[in-house]
């Protein structure tokens, strides 16, 4: 069975700290991975898209890595703030027409 | 980027009645749409697979009858919830993939339904 594992399941840092989030995944042979946000009671928000073939991506102050092989995934998020306090969801697909298999989210709490 | 569309946000409704939630791709095709249900600190777990003109695919565990999906337009689903029970409150979600390819390789998610059923 597929599944995606976070971890921690909360976290909570003080402002300005630099942070990882973890993921892994089950079955290795994956299409790609994405890394979304969730506010309380709203929809999800990309963040980073990681193909198969690819080993990181960057956007601003997150940094998301992809180690296939070991079935493993990070978002470091730098120099922390209150506003990046949600959830954050990783989520495996494999293949371009299939379903995302998702993880139960790590939620973040950033205190000022 | 590309849109995708869901109405109602958030709906309330008493036990026995029906709910139908619209998903639309704003600026893409879409043949195929994934319907999602996240229940309350829990994550996103697919309920079933909408295909343009054909039947949909469920998931083990999930009520064909009970959750009714139409997917008649190349960027339209609905998911119907009928007969809805309080166990149903949940929050819906429906990611659409851009079939000719012309954007990027990925899923976009819609806003979201939220069911409160009394």
């Known amino acids: 069975k597929q599944e995606v594992t976070q971890i921690p399941a909360a976290l909570s840092v003080p402002e300005g700290e630099n942070l990882v989030l973890n993921c892994s995944f089950t079955?290795?042979?994956?299409?790609?991975l994405q890394w979304f946000r969730q506010d309380p009671g709203k929809g999800l928000t990309s963040l980073l898209l990681?193909?198969?073939?690819?080993r990181e991506q960057t956007s601003g102050r997150l940094n998301a890595s992809l180690d296939k092989s070991s079935g493993r995934s990070t978002l470091y998020i730098a120099a922390s703030q209150p506003g990046d306090s949600a959830t954050y969801l990783c989520?495996?697909?494999?293949?371009?027409?299939?379903?995302?298999?998702f993880g139960k989210g790590t939620r973040l709490s950033v205190i000022a | 980027g590309a849109v995708v569309s869901q109405h109602p946000s958030w709906v309330i409704c008493k036990s026995g009645t029906s709910v139908k939630i619209e998903c639309r791709s704003l600026?893409?095709?879409?043949?195929?749409m994934f319907w999602y249900r996240q229940f309350p600190k829990q994550s996103l777990m697919l309920m079933a697979t909408?295909?343009?003109?054909?039947?949909?695919?469920?998931e083990q565990g999930v009520e064909k009858d009970k959750f009714l999906i139409n997917h008649a337009s190349l960027t339209l689903s609905t998911l119907t919830v009928t007969s809805a029970h309080p166990e149903d409150s949940s929050f819906y979600i429906c990611?659409?993939?851009?079939?000719?390819?012309?954007?990027?390789?990925?899923?976009?998610f819609g806003p979201g339904t939220r069911l409160t059923v009394l």
């Open positions: 909408s295909n343009e003109g054909s039947k949909a695919t469920y």
């Open positions: 990681i193909q198969s073939s690819q």
């Open positions: 079955d290795s042979a994956i299409y790609n």
């Open positions: 989520a495996v697909a494999y293949s371009g027409n299939t379903p995302l298999v």
């Open positions: 600026d893409f095709q879409a043949t195929t």
């Open positions: 990611s659409a993939r851009e079939t000719s390819g012309r954007l990027t390789d990925t899923q976009y």
